[in-house]
């Protein structure tokens, strides 16, 4: 039987998908890991018709994921499945190997249309990401949406703390600290922590 592996640390979202395609796509036997590490070790014992990514996982990027797989396993098929609607981050997806792109709002025909055609060795781009690489505009696309946590984060970034005084502060892991950050760096296109925090002062997201 062919298998999906779901790459995706939110247990709604992962189970949400699991019981579609349990529904939808009954020949497809469906595997589920909660960051990319463990995404990259199920694959080297593991075959799969097709990955079912998020972007912004605890560990890596799925960007970083995906150049990775792509580089070990050629004929990989990838769809990612996230919330993130930037252009930048599309075009970075698409450019790491990435098949397919579309976000978790999509309705469930989108869903399994863009699964179907990956499957196949087709590109799937949902519409609304279509629009956005076409240029069209999306005010919801200008800005990152972040999470309560990521904000949180990211407040105490701009006021100079260690990923170590983040985490005690927030009672959390450095490591996952430090998860954090690399997303909010991919979520802004910023190549390091000073470009971060003036762009989110300068959007408005945070303040001083």
């Keep these: 039987m062919p298998k999906a592996l779901i790459v995706?640390?939110?247990p709604i979202v992962s189970d949400s998908l699991t019981n579609l395609i349990h529904a939808s796509v009954p020949e497809l036997e469906c595997y589920h890991v909660t960051t990319a590490h463990?995404?990259?070790a199920w694959l080297n014992g593991n075959k799969a018709a097709i990955i079912l990514l998020d972007i912004n996982l605890p560990d890596m990027s799925g960007i970083e994921f995906g150049t990775i797989a792509r580089s070990r396993f050629r004929d990989l098929k990838i769809l990612a499945i996230t919330s993130i609607e930037q252009r930048h981050v599309v075009d970075q997806a698409l450019a790491a190997g990435i098949n397919g792109y579309i976000l978790k709002s999509s309705d469930t025909g989108e869903i399994l249309e863009a699964v179907h055609q990956v499957m196949n060795g087709n590109k799937f781009i949902s519409t609304s990401v279509a629009d956005l690489l076409k240029g069209k505009p999306n005010a919801n696309a200008e800005l990152p949406v972040?999470?309560?946590?990521?904000?949180?984060v990211l407040k105490l970034i701009a006021d100079g703390l260690t990923n170590q005084e983040i985490a005690d502060k927030l009672f959390i892991s450095a490591w996952t600290v430090d998860s954090h950050r690399k997303n909010l760096l991919l979520k802004f296109n910023a190549k390091n922590t000073a470009i971060l925090v003036k762009t989110a002062v300068t959007s408005g997201i945070i303040s001083f």
């Design 8 to 10: 995706e640390d939110h």
């Design 146 to 152: 972040l999470t309560r946590r990521e904000v949180e």
């Design 38 to 40: 463990d995404g990259l």
